[in-house]
């Protein structure tokens, strides 16, 4: 349904606040060292799927998985079953995690933690409860990793890391001790985490709609940062 008035157009979609926190990702044959803030029972994780217009991609609540009509599904299974670049829906978790690589303001003060959030899909998330389980830890919160991205791995090594390796348990209490900051340890809240999710499909997929009949549609199917690539073997 189209709503009227020039003064409100931008205004329909929820904002979305991803500038807020930084994610967390790593150049190709990059590696960090990071401290996960969630516990493992308490990792959030949403059915989305990522969109993209606006220049940024938009992570947009799977309608399905709320139990209702979702047109971003209804417009994925309108395309060809063999269409290799088809935008997606996934499960991902939201990690709450120090970045222990020392960031340079262009002040040149230098800040030697920061707090991200690391989005993982589900083959990410089997990593790190493999890693787990290989080091017999239960615990996510406190715990200190080796994370690196590969360059040549298959699939395409995800841009948080495809190789994640438990170090030892951190002393959280020093690191608050040293920075003065009791919040940097807790993990971003759960209304922060809810305002960079889209909650109305309906709107999102307008928005992305006249972004296809904008661009051409299969430059925009690209453009939702799939990338899987059909092996023809
Ligand atoms: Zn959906």
Redesign the pocket.
Known sequence: MFKRGLADVGKSLPKSASNRTFDFWLNYEEMADIIFLDSYENVPFDVV?PLFFDKTQHLVA????AGDD?P??DYLDSLPKDATDKPY?REMAFFSVLDLRPYEKEDGTVIPVTKKLLKASKQTVGSIQQEMNMSSIEELYGTLWKVGRGKNAMPKPAAVGNSFRYLRSADLDRLVEQTGDESLVMPVAIEELDKMIIRD?ETAMQTFQSFLESKGESQARKATGFSATKLNI
């Open positions: 799927h799977c309608g399905k998985a979702c971003i599904c829906r499909p």
